[in-house]
């Protein structure tokens, strides 16, 4: 019998899911970089008013690592791109129907999907680099270095101004409904 998991969350704590195929994905909540603080209204300009923001990191893992420019590995970027989109709207929209300001990063243009974008691109990277102190790897593009994948992961962001628990609770409520489990 299943029984109702109770979700407490602190900020920083990590979601470990794994996917239909085994690929992990992780989600993480922080407090916003410096980044997001100096470039805010400029980044999501509509969002002048919201006293705190909270940056949901997803990382999902590739089959792949992520460095050359291939017809194989453009696909797989493109692959997890649209996981992270359909993921990213579902808890985006459930967010905002409980009336909590929410949006989502497209990883390919650096702007918002939802909220009119602003004059300045998110940078995925960047973000993930100072919240989680990945490194980054410069080539074509900058690609990150996670500590179990390697250059295996491609990063995606959502910007909210829920709390934190309730965050975990939409992200792990949703994340079966797109082939992502809790491991454990």
């Known amino acids: ?36 603080c100096a470039n805010r209204q400029r980044i999501l300009p509509d969002w002048k008013k919201q006293p705190s923001l909270w940056v949901v990191i997803v990382l999902q893992q590739s089959r792949f690592e992520l460095v ?3 017809p194989e590995i453009e696909a797989e970027k493109e692959r997890l791109r649209e996981k992270f989109m359909r993921f990213g709207c579902d808890a985006a929209f459930n967010l905002r129907d409980r009336g909590y300001i ?53 990063p995606s962001i ?16 949703i994340a079966p409904l797109h082939g992502w489990n809790q491991l454990g």
Do not use: F
């Not at 704590?13 to 994905?25: F, M, P, S």
């Not at 691109?121 to 074509?140: F, G, S």
């Open 68 to 70: 050359e420019m291939t």
């Open 102 to 154: 929410t949006d989502l990063i497209d990883p390919r243009t650096g702007y918002p999907l939802l909220s009119r974008p602003g004059t300045v691109p998110h940078d995925d990277t960047a973000v993930v680099k100072a919240l989680l102190q990945y490194p980054v790897i410069r080539n074509n593009c900058r690609v990150l270095v996670h500590p179990d994948w390697g250059m295996a992961v491609y």
């Open 1 to 36: 019998m299943n029984h109702p998991t109770v979700y407490t969350s602190l900020a920083g704590c990590l979601i470990h899911l794994v996917g239909r195929t085994g690929q992990a994905v992780q989600i993480s909540i922080h407090p916003p970089s410096e980044y997001i």
């Open 158 to 173: 959502l910007i909210s101004v829920a709390p934190p628990i309730i965050i975990e609770l939409v992200t792990t409520s």
